[in-house]
C-alpha cells in the first residue's frame, strides 16, 4: 500500500532567523512521502533567500507561495488550498517538531477513520540562561496512546481551555475543506478559532507523547498588547454559533461567565503592564461584569485609571 502524502503547511512571515532550522525538524522525520508547503506572507527580511535555498536544496518537496502581507490566516488557507495530501500538518516557523511526530499521528488517523483532527503533547520551550535555546533531553514515548481528558468531542473542553498547539496539529484535507478556510478578519488566534469549529465537526484526540515545542522568546506574538481582544472576540463567535450544549456536554452559565472573565482580565493586564491603561482599565471592568467576586480586577481598576491619568499628566 502507498504511503499517504502529507502536506506540511508553513505560513512564514520575517521568520529568517528560525525558519532553516525548524524545517530540518520536518526533513528529519521518519515518515514520507511529505510537501512541504511554505507561504511567505510579504516577508521583509531574508526569509526569501531563505525559501529559494530550500527550493534549491529540496525541489521534489518544497514548494513556495507567495503573497503580499495578509497575516497567518491567509497564509494557512493559501498553504491548505494548495495541499495535495490526505493529511494536513500545521508548523509555525519557529516551533520545531520532535522525532516521530508524523509517523504516529499518520497511523493513528489511519487506524482510527472516524477522528479526523489530532494533535500531541507539547513541551513549553524556554532559553537557558545564556538565552540560548537546546533541544530537551529524549523522554520516554507512549505511541498510539492518548490522553482520555483531552480527547473525544472537545468543544467544551476547548471553550475552557485553548489546549491545542497550532504546531501538534494534524488533520484530514476533507475536515479542512469540509469547515472551510481559517477566518482572515482575526489577527490573532485565528488557530484557536478554527479549531473550535472543528470541534463540533469531528471527535479531537491528542496523542499522550510530547512531539513539538513552542518556543519561548520576548518576540512571541502570543504576549504583545493589541487593540482588539481578540480570544474575547472567538468566544462570543463559538458561542453564538454553537451555544452553551455540543453534542449532548452542556458548559455551565458560572463555566461561562468565568471563562469570559479571564479572558477579559488577561487582556487587561497586558495593556497594564505595557500598553494602554485606559483600555485596561475598561476590561478589568468588563471581568467584574461577569464575575463580581473577581477582587483581582476590582483592584486594578483603579490602579489602571492612575496610571492613565499619571501618563497623561507626565506628557502635558
Known sequence: MTPSLV????????????????????????????EVIIVDDGSTDTTPEVLTRLEQERPDQV????????????????????????FIAFIDC????????LSEQVAY???HPTVDFVFNDYLWWEPDDDGVHRFPAARPERPGEIDP?????????????????????????????????FSEDLRKGQDYDYWLRCATETEIHCLATRRSLYR??????????????????????????????????????R?????????????????????????AA???????????????????????LLKGLRQAFSKS
Request: charged fraction near 20%; include cysteine.
Open 255 to 279: 463555566e461561562v461567565a468565568h471563562r469570559f472573565a479571564r479572558v477579559a482580565f488577561d487582556f487587561a493586564w497586558l495593556h497594564y503592564s505595557d500598553g494602554d491603561p485606559w483600555l
Open 94 to 101: 519557529d516551533d520545531p517538531w520532535l522525532p516521530g511526530k
Open 63 to 86: 514548494r513556495v507561495v507567495r503573497q503580499e502581507n495578509a497575516g497567518s490566516a491567509r497564509a494557512r488557507n493559501a498553504g491548505c488550498m494548495a495541499a495535495r495530501g490526505e
Open 109 to 111: 488517523l489511519q487506524a
Open 282 to 304: 475598561r476590561w478589568y471592568w468588563r471581568a467584574v461584569r461577569h464575575k463580581p467576586t473577581y477582587w483581582k480586577a476590582w483592584i486594578f481598576i483603579p490602579l489602571a
Open 7 to 34: 502536506s506540511v503547511v508553513v505560513p512564514a512571515y520575517n521568520c529568517a532567523e528560525h525558519l532553516y532550522d525548524t524545517l530540518k525538524t520536518v526533513f528529519a522525520q521518519d515518515y514520507t512521502p511529505i
Open 149 to 181: 481528558q483531552r480527547s473525544g468531542w472537545l468543544f467544551n473542553a476547548l471553550f475552557l481551555s485553548p489546549m491545542v498547539h497550532t504546531s501538534a496539529v494534524m488533520m484530514r484535507t476533507a475536515l479542512f475543506h469540509h469547515v472551510g478556510p
Open 216 to 253: 519561548i522568546h520576548p518576540g512571541s506574538i502570543t504576549f504583545r498588547p493589541r487593540p482588539i481582544n481578540y480570544n474575547y472576540l472567538i468566544l462570543e463567535r463559538a458561542l453564538a454559533r454553537t451555544g452553551i450544549e455540543s453534542r449532548g456536554r452542556l458548559i455551565s452559565r
